[in-house]
């Protein structure tokens, strides 16, 4: 087995460089060989001060580089079915930033690829389950110490969007990642999907209608709500509440400090994904390499990216339909059971 991953980072974008110096300076057991990006000099730009990296600007270049024994891919996620197939092909460990592919029919196609292998290759960036605030209530949770789980409601909220952000990337981008961190709490497939558009902002930009309000069903009947609100301006804000028998649980909220000085009182909210869950992406890219370092993955699985990407698809028709649209799911594979 081999002692160290030689990762090609492919994508050397905002997360993409956020990764590649996460894993030159926070990772154990891996570095960086390789960064791919199609905008060459960004490439070189990202491996400056990065000793035996090289810049590349085709991800087969990267592949078929025998000092690159692992993969971390951090492209749009319309290149990524491509990338997983000729990766798999390889048969080298591989992080796929979300989405596993924008769509649950190519999704499904690098999950057969998977299991046409063997053996699990992919784990997929939900980084969500990897903070120490959802791992404490999913254990709440899977622990039973407030009796059975009836509800969860989530608040999502992003203080403006980048221009371009469309209706349908309020799903696709961002509850998205709610879609997962209900399957991880109940540890259930999501079975059905509404979206409620009510009264907008005027901060919305033409073509977006914002606040949404997702509703969820899991397959116990345990109810959840998601308030996406992408042009809050106040920061940016992910929270859950959840619902038990005996009891409330609610994480994410404000934190401290609190300053009470000159007639005032406050704290401060994370302006960024990357401030609210840096740690969240450490613990999961170190949980990544340790497990491809055991021939394993350490989080979720190519199913997990195939659900959630079937998730979309049937929030996406909620959202022009404004009815309850079922989640249409093949058979799970005995690979992920």
């Not at 292998?117 to 997929?124: D, K, M, S």
């Not at 990897?130 to 254990?139: M, N």
């Not at 509404?194 to 949404?212: C, E, F, I, S």
């Not at 979720?300 to 909620?318: K, M, N, S």
Request: glycine fraction near 10%; proline fraction near 4%; aromatic fraction near 6%.
């Amino acid at each position: 087995m081999t002692k160290t991953l030689r990762v090609a980072v492919i994508g050397a974008g905002r997360m993409g460089a956020d990764h590649i110096q996460r894993l030159n300076t926070r990772i154990h057991g891996a570095e960086v060989a390789a960064v791919v990006d199609v905008d060459f000099s960004r490439a070189q730009a990202a491996i400056e001060g990065i000793p035996g990296a090289v810049a590349l600007a085709d991800a087969d270049e990267a592949l078929n580089n025998g000092d690159v024994n692992a993969v971390l891919v951090a492209t749009p996620g319309f290149l990524h079915e491509d990338i997983l197939l000729r990766a798999l092909a390889r048969d080298i460990p591989i992080l796929c930033e979300k989405p596993l592919t924008p769509d649950a029919e190519t999704a499904w196609r690098v999950v057969q690829a998977e299991q046409t292998l063997g053996h699990q290759r992919i784990q997929v960036g939900f980084m969500r389950r990897f903070d120490a605030e959802y791992a404490a209530l999913g254990k709440i949770i899977r622990d039973s110490e407030l009796g059975e789980l009836l509800m969860l409601h989530h608040q999502h909220r992003n203080p403006t969007t980048p221009a371009g952000f469309t209706n349908e990337m309020l799903i696709n981008d961002s509850v998205v990642h709610e879609f997962d961190a209900i399957r991880y709490f109940t540890g259930e497939e999501i079975t059905s999907v509404q979206v409620r558009l009510g009264k907008a902002t005027r901060n919305a930009p033409g073509g977006q209608h914002d606040p949404q309000h997702v509703l969820i069903e899991t397959e116990s009947g345990v109810l959840a709500d998601v308030e996406i609100y992408v042009n809050a301006r106040f920061g940016y804000e992910v929270a859950t509440q959840a619902s038990f028998e005996d009891g409330i649980v609610s994480i994410g909220g404000d934190n401290g400090p609190f300053t009470r000085s000159n007639g005032r009182w406050g704290g401060t909210v994370t302006p960024g994904f990357e401030e609210r869950f840096g740690a969240a992406y450490d613990v999961e890219i170190q949980s990544w390499v340790d497990a491809a370092l055991r021939g394993e993955i350490g989080g979720p699985t190519a199913w997990d990216g195939y659900a959630t990407a079937a998730c979309c698809e049937a929030g996406v028709e909620a959202q022009k339909n404004g009815k309850k649209v079922a989640v249409k799911l093949n058979a799970k594979p005995d690979l992920y059971r």
